[in-house]
């Protein structure tokens, strides 16, 4: 990619190539555990009622967060879109000057933004661009 720089562009292959953590997995886990321990609990000493519970009141926080987590993954989504929206058609300028143009398309990728110019070059849009 032209215009961005050697360090940039390993940081965004990097990002893009490492396993980023899934909240299902970690709620799946949660619940193979919970169904675990239900089924191999001695009958002759069921579980205390309070501590059934308690792992219902666990099991419902653990799922809430599991659903908050998806919810703001789409708010990210949508304000990302509006923010590309909002720069195609318009001058950009590097932090030091160098990259300058106006933005035909912007890629969007979980850890950012990278705006394609006219003329071919790409800037990643960063703290401490010009957009004007």
Excluded at 71 to 81: N, P, R, T, V, Y
Excluded at 91 to 106: A, I, L, Y
């Amino acid at each position: 990619m032209t215009g961005i720089p050697p360090v940039a562009a390993d940081q965004k292959s990097q990002a893009n190539n490492t396993p980023k953590p899934v909240a299902g997995a970690d709620y799946q886990t949660f619940l193979k555990l919970l169904v675990a321990q239900m089924k191999n609990q001695d009958p002759t000493k069921p579980m205390d009622a309070t501590q059934q519970v308690t792992q219902l009141a666990q099991f419902s926080s653990v799922e809430q967060a599991v659903q908050m987590n998806a919810k703001l993954e789409q708010l990210l989504a949508s304000s990302s879109l509006s923010q590309a929206d909002g720069i195609i058609g318009r001058t950009v300028t590097s932090p030091d000057g160098k990259v300058s143009g106006v933005v035909e398309s912007v890629r969007i990728y979980s850890d950012g933004m990278v705006a394609k110019l006219k003329g071919g070059a790409e800037l990643i849009i960063t703290p401490g661009i010009v957009i004007s």
